[in-house]
């Protein structure tokens, strides 16, 4: 049963934007933590962004700080990546993943995460 639900990806130009949406009010279990990452075809999966979802701590990658943004909204149990000047080298799949217990020195680290959700595809063209 998938309890992380992405939404808002699709198929932009370069320079242009997307906001995708991490849907968790399904989610079954405590959330300390919740991370975007993506994953190109032939590449490893990549860490891009988390947020606690308590403080609203944020962490980021090098290669999206300035260009994304990480935000909640704990009312609606949603968690959303804010992807601004997209380039084409960001078009891969985007997940959503949600932790209990994520140390923040990890919270771009797959293994830190329990559930994740099934992605949306992002298409940057040039």
């Known amino acids: 049963q998938v309890q992380l639900v992405e939404s808002g990806g699709g198929s932009v130009q370069a320079g242009g934007s997307l906001r995708l949406s991490c849907d968790a009010s399904?989610?079954?279990?405590?959330?300390?933590?919740v991370g975007w990452f993506r994953q190109a075809p032939g590449k490893e999966r990549e860490g891009l962004a988390a947020i606690y979802t308590g403080r609203g701590t944020t962490y980021y990658a090098d290669s999206v700080k300035g260009r994304f943004t990480i935000s909640r909204d704990n009312v609606k149990n949603t968690v959303y990546l804010q992807m601004n000047n997209l380039k084409p080298e960001d078009t891969a799949m985007y997940y959503c993943?949600?932790?209990?217990?994520?140390?923040?020195?990890?919270?771009?680290?797959?293994?830190?995460?329990?559930?994740w959700g099934q992605g949306t595809q992002v298409t940057v063209s040039s």
């Open positions: 399904k989610y079954g279990y405590s959330i300390n933590c």
């Open positions: 993943a949600a932790g209990p217990a994520v140390w923040p020195q990890r919270a771009l680290e797959t293994d830190e995460y329990r559930s």
